[in-house]
């Protein structure tokens, strides 16, 4: 089992840039695949991004492709959320997630349905 904190959320003029993190309990951050998704006012949850265990693969929503990138320290038991060039449609509550899995799909981990376990989530607000 897995326990998520998210933070560096904020709010930020649009065209700025936040770094968000998400620190995870235990020993084995290694194994985890990781997700980011975001809920704004309103809305569903959605798909943000994910990477697999290694961080050499990534899927990314089309809605922040080019913008945003998805990264891991293994060694520091934490995965990062770069977000660039931010619009006010990316305000929103940002959750990080985590499964035990090896086999990476993207496709597969755009679902939250694939994630066990998932942070409190963080508030990223961008005005206009």
């Known amino acids: 089992q897995v326990q998520l904190v998210e933070s560096g959320g904020g709010l930020v003029q649009a065209g700025g840039s936040l770094r968000l993190s998400c620190a995870a309990s235990?020993?084995?951050?290694?194994?985890?695949?990781m997700g980011w998704f975001r809920q704004a006012p309103g809305k569903e949850r959605e798909f943000v991004a994910a990477?697999?265990?290694?961080?050499?693969?990534?899927n990314y929503a089309d809605s922040v492709k080019g913008r945003f990138t998805i990264s891991r320290d293994n060694a520091k038991n934490t995965a990062y959320l770069q977000m660039n060039s931010l619009k006010p449609a990316d305000t929103a509550v940002y959750y990080c997630?985590?499964?035990?899995?090896?086999?990476?799909?993207?496709?597969?981990?755009?679902?939250?349905?694939?994630?066990?376990?998932w942070g409190q989530g963080t508030q990223v607000t961008v005005s206009s």
């Open positions: 990477i697999n265990r290694s961080g050499s693969n990534t």
């Open positions: 235990g020993q084995t951050f290694g194994s985890y695949i």
């Open positions: 997630a985590a499964v035990p899995r090896y086999y990476f799909s993207g496709t597969y981990y755009a679902n939250e349905g694939a994630y066990d376990y």
